[in-house]
């Protein structure tokens, strides 16, 4: 992998009325021409993402909008494509003409305090009018010789707000290893398997193994015992693929932590905690309940899909009744939340943070337990407990809303 993945990048969404500038800004900022821009009102037909490296800030992707203020038919898609973008939106920029205030830019900014996400505010096309308010970053976006320093004032700004997580995101396997040990990753070399390849999941770790100055030791399912077996020292932790927790549990002895790759990424990119209560709602599921899966990209769905055939098949063996399962992939999430009794949310490895606690916000405002891929695996399989026992809190929270029905 050349290049950071989108999913761990600074996410900046870029809002303006039709032809405030959008385009030309992000053209400013970047330095060559990313989206179009025309005299026409609304060009833009969707959200253009545009990877950046903005040090001292690091990896970063700015969206920058559609119309949300359009009112033709296609502007229909592009608003409620627009509006998405609040779910993954880590910080928003909002072009003003001027220092105008308007309807527009007054919705935006209350929809961005509903959750919390950090607004700058830009005064651009400065020759209609000429901001007094120190609360506006100035910035003229035809002017090309100002990009130094509109591009200054801006990183300034975004460090000054951008989220602690982003800072400081929560650890992925770092804290389960000590410097110098070793975590064994367990990963399938399977039909899905990418050819030539490990996938996201499997390469942050590691990288994040070789940040705590850990080593890590990777095998296939079949040779986990016998790589165990040769080591003249227990490994600070095991970790492997969800679809073979069963195996890893049996062959791990007890002095062993032992998790999933799914469990690491619902605590990076999720609530673990949360997953993990929704995990217990699993064993509530009654005949004929909705059972909503969420998979965070779309991907061409083989003949044993884990999220459209083995996680529905363990799930109904597991609960000894028949639910009704329905799978959303990409980016759609269903507007009818609260018909459902249980969200089942893929590990999210293609996703930022802040669009995974989007999903969970949505599912507790609706009254719906959310988990996800690995934790219900591992419910299913009889294993959660155990794969859990790294992190007691989230461990703590299932114990309480789960006696142990199964
Ligand atoms: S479906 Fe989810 S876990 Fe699987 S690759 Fe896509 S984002 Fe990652």
Redesign the pocket.
């Known amino acids: 992998m050349q290049k950071t993945p989108k999913s761990l990048r600074l996410h900046i969404a870029l809002f303006g009325r039709t032809n405030v500038g959008k385009s030309s800004f992000l053209n400013l900022i970047a330095g060559q021409d990313v989206s179009i821009v025309s005299e026409q009102a609304g060009t833009t037909t969707d959200v253009v993402e545009k990877p950046m490296e903005l040090l001292p800030i690091g990896p970063v992707v700015f969206l920058d909008t559609a119309g949300i203020d359009d009112t033709t038919a296609l502007g229909e898609k592009r608003v409620d494509r627009t509006e998405r973008v609040f779910d993954r939106a880590d910080v928003i920029l909002l072009l003003h003409e001027g220092d105008r205030v308007t309807e527009f830019e007054t919705r935006v900014a209350a929809k961005a305090a509903a959750k919390n996400i950090p607004v700058i505010r830009i005064a651009n096309k400065m020759d209609l009018t000429h901001p007094t308010d120190a609360a506006f970053l100035r910035c003229d976006s035809t002017d090309l010789a100002s990009r130094d320093k509109v591009l200054a004032a801006l990183k300034s700004e975004l460090l000054s707000v951008c989220p602690d997580e982003f800072i400081a995101p929560p650890p992925l396997m770092g804290d389960l290893v000590r410097p110098g040990g070793l975590a064994m990753l367990i990963v399938p070399i399977d039909l899905q398997a990418p050819k030539g390849r490990l996938?996201?999941?499997q390469v942050s770790t590691i990288r994040d193994a070789l940040d705590n100055d850990a080593a890590t030791l990777v095998c296939k399912e079949r040779e986990y015992s016998h790589m165990l077996a040769m080591l003249n020292q227990k490994p600070d932790v095991a970790i492997c693929d969800s679809q073979m927790v069963l195996k890893m549990v049996a062959d791990t002895p007890d002095d062993i932590p032992c998790t999933t790759f799914s469990i690491l990424?619902a605590r990076l990119k999720g609530d673990l905690r949360k997953f993990a209560m929704g995990a217990a709602a699993i064993d509530k599921l009654e005949p004929g309940d909705k059972v909503l899966i969420a998979?965070?990209?779309s991907?061409h769905a083989l003949e044993d899909d884990i999220?459209r055939v083995k996680i529905p098949r363990w799930l109904r063996q597991y609960v000894g009744v028949d639910v009704e399962i329905d799978v959303y992939a990409g980016r759609d999430f269903p507007d009818n939340l609260s018909e459902y009794k249980l969200a089942v949310q893929?590990?999210?490895?293609?996703?930022n943070r802040r669009e995974v606690l989007s999903r969970i916000e949505k599912c507790e405002a609706a009254g719906v337990p959310i988990t996800n891929?690995g934790l219900c695996i591992s419910q299913t399989q009889g294993v959660l407990r155990r794969v859990l026992s790294p992190f007691p809190s989230a461990l703590l929270a299932y114990e309480e809303l789960n006696h142990g029905t199964h």
Do not use: A
């Open positions: 996938i996201l999941p990424f998979e965070s990209c991907h999220g893929c590990g999210g490895c293609m996703q891929y």
